[in-house]
């Protein structure tokens, strides 16, 4: 079918009100300092939700304010795609709550699991479902509540990651503007260097998962690295290709806010100078499926992103998967 199908025609972020500054590690128990984190990862500060901030809440906000600069009601939504990896419950999916917070009575919802990668391929699932004939407007939210899920007793990974949702409404599109080309891949063979080994089916929780901590999230940060830099470059490369551009062609690279280090060499193998890539992985920390959707919220809200851009989505996650879309505003 004929490209560009669908466009982004509304985009919301939001993002819980209390922020952490690296600082406060030391008094919560952690041996660490701001300045590993700084170093390491680029990270000064993350947004944690309060117990009353779910991913339903959060979504939802965001979902409305996608909504409102789409001009669609949520009675006009066909589809709910919601990537995230921290779903609110483990049944039913996350996708059907907000749903009916929403009041999007019309829609077909449900969640996707792909880690940091999910609301990309929630895009291409969308765009999809809709090029088939099956939905003409959807929602496509990317949301999580991840320090649910971390180990604040473990530094190497308590550090890293936040909360936050990230939203757009899809439309056919018009003025040929929309989604140009779109590439996914995955590798279950590398699963368990960032998983959680408990809490699943296959080892429920139990006692024993609550006392080795084994529900929560575990990673090999160094082989996470290597791994990410690898396939950030290709899904670069392929959405590039597929849409006949070269890195010169991008106005702006929004990749998935996970380290700096890692968004610096994805931008080097691209050809895309630094100037020409978004960044907020300092104010936010890795919010995994809504780390690109709130970019791209916040680059548009900027003056980054305008009539007429064309832009670079590349985001990598537990799996692994990555995903990259090209996408002109
Ligand atoms: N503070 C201080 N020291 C720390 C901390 C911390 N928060 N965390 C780890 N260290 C220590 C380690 O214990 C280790 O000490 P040792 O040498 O005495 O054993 C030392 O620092 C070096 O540890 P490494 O893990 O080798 O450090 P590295 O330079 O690789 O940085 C990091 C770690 C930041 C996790 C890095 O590997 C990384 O960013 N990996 C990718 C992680 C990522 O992006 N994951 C998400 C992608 S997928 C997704 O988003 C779900």
């Known amino acids: 079918m004929k490209r560009p199908f669908a466009y982004l025609a509304g985009v919301g972020r939001c993002a819980p009100e209390r922020i952490l500054h690296n600082s406060e590690f030391a008094a919560l ?3 660490t300092s701001d300045e590993w984190i700084v170093q390491r990862t680029g990270i000064r500060e993350r947004h944690i939700a309060g117990p009353s901030e779910t991913n339903t809440s959060m979504s939802a906000a965001a979902s409305r304010v996608a909504m409102e600069r789409a001009g669609v009601h949520a009675g006009e939504l066909d589809l709910i795609v919601l990537g995230t990896a921290s779903p609110d419950h483990l049944l039913p999916s996350t996708a059907v709550e907000i749903q009916a917070e929403l009041g999007a009575s019309r829609a077909a919802a449900f969640d996707i699991s792909a880690a ?3 609301w990309l391929y929630g895009l291409i699932v969308a765009e999809g479902l809709m090029m088939s004939g099956n939905a003409e407007t959807a929602l496509v939210v990317g949301t999580e509540k991840l320090s649910a899920i971390v180990d604040w007793r473990d530094r190497s990974t308590a550090v890293l990651f936040g909360d936050g949702s990230g939203a757009a409404v899809l439309k056919r599109s018009k003025h040929g503007k929309g989604i140009l080309s779109t ?8 699963a368990q260097l960032l998983h959680r080994r408990a809490g699943g089916a296959a080892q429920p929780f139990d006692a024993a998962a609550l006392a080795d901590r084994s529900f929560y999230i575990e990673m090999e940060g160094r082989e996470v690295f290597k791994h990410a830099v690898r396939s950030m470059a290709d899904a670069c490369d392929r959405a590039l290709d597929g849409a006949k551009l070269t890195g010169a062609d991008i106005d702006l690279l929004i990749p998935h806010q996970a380290n700096i280090r890692i968004i610096e060499a994805t931008a080097k193998h691209a050809g895309i100078p630094m100037e020409k890539v978004f960044v907020n992985v300092d104010r936010y920390g890795n919010t995994s499926s ?3 959707p709130m970019a791209l919220e ?3 809200a900027s003056g980054r992103v305008t009539d007429g851009s064309t832009v ?3 985001a990598f996650g537990a799996g ?4 990259s879309l090209v996408v002109r505003f």
């Not at 590439?183 to 590398?190: E, K």
């Not at 692994?320 to 995903?323: E, I, L, R, V």
């Open 29 to 31: 128990g952690l041996e």
């Open 290 to 292: 809504a780390s690109v």
């Open 116 to 118: 940091c990668s999910s």
């Open 312 to 314: 670079l989505l590349v």
């Open 183 to 190: 590439y996914f891949r995955s590798d279950g063979n590398l």
């Open 320 to 323: 692994f998967t990555w995903a």
């Open 298 to 300: 916040e680059a548009m």
